[in-house]
C-alpha cells in the first residue's frame, strides 16, 4: 500500500467516490447495501452454475424438442409444453416440424417471467378444412388469461396465468380434434 498526501489524495478520493457511484448504479442499490447485494448475486450465480452443470436449468434444443415431438404426435399434430423455451426457441421447433411434414398443426405453450406464450402453425392443406392458427391459438390464449392472434399459417398468443397452461394445452387439443384425426 502506498500512501498519498496532497492533489494526489484529493484524486484518489475523487476516483474513489466515482467508483462507488457506478458500483451504486449496476447495483440499483445505496453503497451501504453494495456488499449485501454482491453477496447476494454471488449466491444466486453459484446456484444457476450448479442447476446448469446437473442439467437442470438447460432448454431443450428446438430441433430435438421437434425431433421429441414427432416420434410422440399422432401424424402431424403437436399440441404440448416446450418447458423453458423463448418465443423464438418455440418458432424455431416450428420450423423444424414444417420442414419434415407436408401437413401439421403444431401449437407450443411455454412460461416464462410468471406469463405464457404460444406459438401454433396450421399447413394449407387443413387451413382449407378450417383450422387457423390465429384463430386456434387465440381460444389457448383465453384460458390462460390472455389473447392473440396471426396469419392462418402462424400465429403467437400470451397468457397472464401460467397455471392454466395445461388447461389451455388441453382445450387446443379439443379444439383441433376436429380438424385432425
Do not use: C
Not at 454482491?38 to 446456484?47: C, F, G, S, T, V
Not at 442439467?55 to 428446438?62: H, I, K, L, M, S
Not at 384460458?143 to 399459417?153: K, L, N, T, V, Y
Request: hydrophobic letters at 45%.
Amino acid at each position: 500500500m502506498t500512501a498519498v498526501t496532497g492533489r494526489g489524495a484529493v484524486e484518489h478520493v475523487q476516483k474513489m467516490e466515482l467508483g462507488l457511484r457506478h458500483v451504486q448504479q449496476a447495483l440499483s442499490a445505496p453503497v451501504d447495501e453494495a456488499p449485501r447485494r454482491i453477496a447476494a448475486l454471488q449466491e444466486e450465480i453459484r446456484q444457476l452454475k450448479k442447476k446448469l452443470q446437473s442439467g437442470g436449468g438447460g432448454v431443450q434444443e428446438p430441433k430435438a424438442f421437434a425431433d421429441a415431438a414427432l416420434q410422440e404426435a399422432a401424424g402431424a399434430l403437436v399440441v404440448s409444453e416446450y418447458k423453458g423455451a423463448t418465443t423464438e426457441q418455440m418458432l424455431a421447433a416450428v420450423d423444424s416440424i414444417k420442414k419434415r411434414r407436408e401437413s401439421y398443426a403444431v401449437l407450443l405453450g411455454a412460461t416464462a417471467d410468471e406469463k405464457v406464450n404460444f406459438v401454433a402453425a396450421v399447413s394449407d392443406d387443413l387451413i382449407a378444412k378450417g383450422l387457423k392458427a390465429g384463430d386456434w391459438v387465440r381460444e389457448a390464449a383465453k384460458i390462460a388469461g390472455g389473447g392473440g392472434g396471426g396469419r392462418p399459417q402462424l400465429a403467437q398468443a400470451g397468457g397472464k396465468d401460467p397455471q392454466k397452461l395445461t388447461d389451455a394445452l388441453h382445450v387446443a387439443r379439443e379444439i383441433v380434434g376436429k380438424w385432425v384425426s
